[in-house]
């Protein structure tokens, strides 16, 4: 498992854990070298960072430093990648499998570094606002982007990775910071804004409303299961995990502070950003099909073809319960 700590000017740091022990494999520094804010003051302001994993599963670090360059470091080792000059970057997010960085710079311009050939293009959006927040769709193909407009709340934009013509926008009317999240086949976009209390799922492919979920407090955080069934999403209620197919929430993780969260590959464990450290949580629910199967044969009875649709919505899923 990799995590960035975004710490003080000075301590931010990239690491790699072991993540049956709990142990610390590896650290690497990203911000050694803070960036001077404005020299009349003498204050400083931590660079940007952000980890990803090579093709090959190393785990990989980007990071600025001085004279505006950046660096793409292998986390184990501490080996230089790839490095470039460019403007003063404000966000650095890695593709799928690790190898471009999109990375967006202090006035809002997005462009894509090919890390394979060194290769560097510009994504034209066609807005002239800053940008809040990019994120790749889970096949690299596609680049959410997340422009501040003045009036109406946050557009968010869906570009093609390569060419950067536009998908689809939508119009989020969100305020404060969005955090965004693609469900793993890449069709459903789920967003939040910090302060409406809303999370809200997207159809990727057409840019409609498909639902929303009440969270009721500011949203921190949110993250798909791998199957797609959950999303969770992190808030001072806790972690809340939602049954996408019925919108309602299969259980509540109690935790202080969450921030970021992230499930493991296999969907069985959870890792929940609390301050200085990560929680791994066991979040091994069983699907709706499943959980209704342990239930019929709990109590020993049959459902009706009606009551299994009712609660498989249509599905057409093996329930163990045979009709009456």
Request: charged share 20%; glycine share 8%.
């Amino acid at each position: 498992m990799a995590t960035v700590h975004q710490g003080p000017p000075g301590r931010g740091s990239a690491q790699l854990w072991d993540v049956r022990t709990g142990d610390r494999e590896a650290t690497l520094v990203l911000d050694a070298d803070p960036a001077p804010l404005e020299k009349q003051l003498n204050l400083t302001v931590s660079r940007p960072g952000a980890v990803g994993f090579s093709p090959t599963g190393r785990a990989l670090a980007a990071r600025a430093i001085k004279k505006r360059v950046i660096e793409v470091r292998d986390v184990a080792t501490g080996r230089l990648r790839q490095s470039r000059a460019l403007s003063a970057i404000d966000t650095a997010v890695f593709s799928p499998d690790g190898t471009r960085l999109a990375i967006v710079d202090i006035e809002g311009t997005v462009r894509i570094w090919h890390l394979s050939t060194g290769a560097l293009h510009t994504v034209h959006t066609d807005h002239d606002r800053p940008v809040r927040a990019v994120a790749f769709a889970p096949d690299g193909r596609t680049l959410a982007v997340v422009h501040n407009e003045d009036r109406g709340g946050d557009q968010l934009t869906l570009l093609d990775a390569t060419t950067g013509r536009t998908q689809h926008t939508i119009k989020t009317s969100a305020w404060s910071s969005l955090s965004l999240a693609f469900s793993p086949d890449g069709h459903t976009l789920a967003t939040a804004s910090g302060y409406s209390g809303l999370a809200k799922t997207w159809d990727a492919r057409t840019g409609q409303l498909r639902d929303n979920l009440s969270v009721s407090t500011q949203v921190a955080s949110l993250t798909f299961s791998p199957d797609g069934r959950t999303l969770a999403t992190s808030s001072a209620r806790g972690v809340q995990l939602w049954d996408l197919a019925t919108s309602q929430i299969r259980t509540t993780l109690r935790t202080r502070s969450p921030g970021a969260v992230a499930f493991s590959p296999d969907g069985r464990t959870l890792a929940i950003s609390t301050g200085n450290s990560v929680e791994l949580r066991n979040v091994d629910l069983p699907d709706p099909a499943r959980a209704l199967r342990n239930i019929c044969e709990a109590i020993d009875t049959t459902l009706t073809t009606l009551e299994r649709s009712r609660y498989l919505h249509d599905q057409p899923t093996e329930t163990g319960c045979q009709p009456r």
